[in-house]
């Protein structure tokens, strides 16, 4: 059974910090995304990351994808309040085989204080 | 930015009625999918649609469930029988293309409450 798990599950900082959440499997995934959901609303994705080992930024926020793509992190620099929310990891069951299937972690919830 | 709407944003209903969700993917995406999220639980898939056909569905996608496309933009979920363990938030998303590929990702509207009592 593939399954992603995410720690921490929540993180409570201030602002201006940094963080990294993870994202872990026992299974290779044939990419993984990472979303944000804010309360009361759908996930957002982030960004996918697919080839092992790459890195991506999106501004502050820096993607990484485990050399055995069984893993990812999440590195957020110097944290805002508007960072709050839950971060999840997903990926396609099946190595990829299966149209729009996808797996999902629990989630790290963020809360960034002013 | 063209996005997924869901109707209602929050549904009660009692134990063994029948509910439909409805949703309005992005007009020009092929694929639709039903997820579900039980309060503190996991995202989970449910099914996934093409060309008027169920493409693949979950294990949790019993004969209760069924999907429709009955017109040229809605695409809903009918719950036959609801239970309480149905309640849950369920999120319709949309790709244009196969959704496990990367130049294709899941759109997700912001879902519908389903509460069973």
């Known amino acids: 059974t593939q399954l992603l798990e995410q720690s921490p599950q929540f993180l409570s900082i201030q602002e201006g910090e940094n963080l990294t959440v993870y994202c872990n499997s026992s299974?290779?995934?044939?990419?993984l995304q990472w979303y944000r959901q804010e309360p009361g609303e759908g996930p957002v994705l982030l960004v996918t990351v697919v080839t092992g080992g790459e890195v991506k930024k999106l501004k502050r926020l820096t993607f990484q994808f485990g050399d055995a793509r069984k893993d990812s992190s999440l590195h957020i620099t110097a944290a805002q309040p508007g960072d709050t929310g839950l971060y999840l990891c997903?990926?396609?069951?099946?190595?990829?085989?299966?149209?729009?299937?996808?797996?999902f972690g629990k989630g790290t919830k963020l809360s960034v204080k002013p | 930015e063209p996005e997924v709407t869901q109707t209602p944003s929050h549904q009660v209903t009692q134990m063994g009625q029948e509910v439909i969700l409805r949703c309005v993917p992005i007009?020009?995406?092929?694929?639709f999918y039903w997820y579900r999220q039980i309060l503190g639980q996991k995202v989970e898939f449910l099914v996934s649609?093409?060309?008027?056909?169920?493409?693949?569905k979950s294990e949790i996608f019993d004969d209760q469930f069924s999907v429709e496309r009955p017109d040229g933009s809605n695409f809903t979920l009918k719950i036959r029988s609801t239970k309480l363990e149905d309640s849950a938030m369920y999120f319709c998303a949309s790709s244009p293309y196969p959704g496990h590929l990367v130049s294709s990702p899941l759109h997700f509207g912001n879902g519908t409450r389903l509460t069973v009592t």
């Open positions: 007009s020009n995406h092929l694929y």
């Open positions: 649609f093409y060309n008027n056909e169920i493409s693949e």
């Open positions: 299974s290779v995934f044939s990419s």
């Open positions: 997903a990926g396609p069951k099946n190595y990829g085989g299966s149209q729009g299937n996808l797996i």
